[in-house]
Nanobody, 119 residues
Framework: QVQLVESGGGLVQAGGSLRLSCAAS????????MGWYRQAPGKQRELVAH???????NYADSVKGRFTISRDNAKNTVYLQMNSLKPEDTAVYYC?????????????WGQGTQVTVSS
């Protein structure tokens, strides 16, 4: 069974920084994509950023230049460094791990961590 454990959320003032971490454990295929999504109250869950096991990254336009995603493959851990935070970044942030095996999508989620940015 695959588990994702997130940490690093909290309350920060606008302009501040936070770093999220997500550690994956269990039977994990080495070629995968790890990412961060967020969901604000009353809104749909949206992609923040993701990174492949090979290091390719993709960011939502709203966070480009402010957030940086990285990973440690040896530790099956993904990080999200969030700088210049804005009140609109307030949301529950979810870690995601996905890989494909024989055309079957294996998709796992963390429990979520709250990020609150005060103005």
């Amino acid at each position: 069974q695959v588990q994702l454990v997130e940490s690093g959320g909290g309350l920060v003032q606008a302009g501040g920084s936070l770093r999220l971490s997500c550690a994956a454990s269990g039977s994990i295929f080495s070629i995968n994509v790890m990412g961060w999504y967020r969901q604000a109250p009353g809104k749909q869950r949206e992609l923040v950023a993701h990174i492949s096991s090979g290091g390719s990254t993709n960011y939502a336009d709203s966070v480009k230049g402010r957030f940086t995603i990285s990973r440690d493959n040896a530790k099956n851990t993904v990080y999200l460094q969030m700088n210049s935070l804005k009140p609109e970044d307030t949301a529950v942030y979810y870690c995601n791990l996905v890989w494909w095996s024989s055309s079957l999508k294996n998709d796992y989620w963390g429990q979520g961590t709250q990020v609150t940015v005060s103005s």
